[in-house]
């Protein structure tokens, strides 16, 4: 028989840890149930309920968080903080136990927003989100009118979803707070000036993966650039029609399904044709690459470097009779040797 935990707080603590076990084998036997003879509107409800479960799981694990927390636990047994056994312990990235410690400590201090999650109500990004919006009130604001605010955000929950929650979050916090609205929207527009810049910069870096044989491609490009691109592995990663077997060009397998695979295999091919239309004479003028090497003897005239032109008076000297060339001496003159 199964022990459904009641609300954090009021459980028997005797009980809690026992409900808990309880209630991970009965999620477990949920998710071994065959889900493929449930009926349609079963199977969707099943989500919704499933959901719901998690975000009041969720719940629970920010309460035993934030209590671990007040106690120090972690610094007693461990000498960490609790973002750092959290990590350790439920083998999370350090940011990804930081965000979950700092929700823990956000959610637990509203107990409203904790009952709304518990409840189902809200989801835990949403609920994320309400907690950042009160937590940034100033403390001009009144207990009453941040109250208030979180009643509001929880309501519109049901129809917003994180991002525009908390961008309503942001409205309500100029509302109560008009005398730091303006430096608020100067931080938003710096911010948002930043986030453009950093879409606008163009970049490509190329990294090696670290476990197996391959390289990673990553970057950023505008939006014209981005278009020559895809029109460009469009062309020569477009899946061939079954009646044109020459489509393909032959360095693509025929076996690449995935549009991914087909991308990537187009992105190489176009490469490679790019390589190939250059011609052998132009590749000299590239001073990252070497000339090639004649097979036969003969004459390489270097053209990636440029040379100063020098004086040859040899070849511009004139052969001129020496009777022409006598002096008013009458003695003929000499060629000068160099």
């Not at 309500?172 to 100067?186: F, I, S």
Request: with cysteine.
């Amino acid at each position: 028989m199964t022990h459904t935990p009641a609300i954090p707080g009021q459980t028997d603590p005797s009980s809690l840890l026992a409900a808990l076990r309880d209630l991970r084998a009965a999620a477990a036997t949920c998710a071994n149930s065959p889900a493929w003879s449930a009926p349609d509107d079963d199977l969707l409800a099943a989500i919704t309920e499933a959901h719901a479960a998690q975000q009041a799981m969720t719940a629970i694990l920010l309460h035993l968080i934030q209590q671990a927390d007040i106690r120090s636990l972690t610094k007693i047994k461990r000498r960490a903080g609790t973002s750092t056994w959290l990590a350790e312990e439920l083998r999370l990235t350090v940011p990804a136990a930081r965000r979950l410690a700092k929700r823990a400590r956000q959610v637990c201090a509203r107990p409203r927003l904790a009952a709304a999650l518990r409840n189902g109500e809200i989801n835990a990004d949403q609920a994320g989100a309400i907690a950042q919006a009160v937590h940034t009130l100033p403390d001009t604001v009144d207990t009453a009118r941040a109250d208030a605010a979180e009643t509001m955000l929880i309501a519109e929950a049901d129809q917003l979803d994180p991002w525009r929650l908390a961008r309503s979050g942001d409205r309500v916090l100029d509302v109560l707070d008009p005398a730091g609205a303006h430096a608020r929207e100067t931080v938003r527009a710096g911010r948002e000036a930043a986030r453009s810049e950093t879409r606008a910069r163009r970049r490509l870096s190329v990294t090696p993966v670290p476990h197996g044989d391959g390289v990673r491609l990553s970057g950023v490009l505008d939006a014209r650039s981005a278009a020559v691109v895809e029109a460009a592995l469009s062309r020569h990663g477009a899946p061939p029609s079954p009646a044109d077997s020459t489509a393909r060009p032959p360095s693509i397998p025929a076996g690449t399904a995935t549009a991914a695979e087909r991308r990537a295999d187009a992105l190489v091919e176009v490469c490679r044709l790019s390589l190939d239309a250059v011609p052998r004479s132009a590749a000299t003028t590239d001073i990252h690459r070497p000339a090639p090497v004649p097979s036969q003897p003969g004459v390489v005239i270097a053209l990636n470097k440029p040379h100063a032109r020098r004086g040859n008076r040899a070849a511009r000297k004139r052969t001129k009779s020496p009777h022409h060339d006598a002096g008013k001496n009458g003695r003929t003159r000499q060629p000068a040797r160099h």
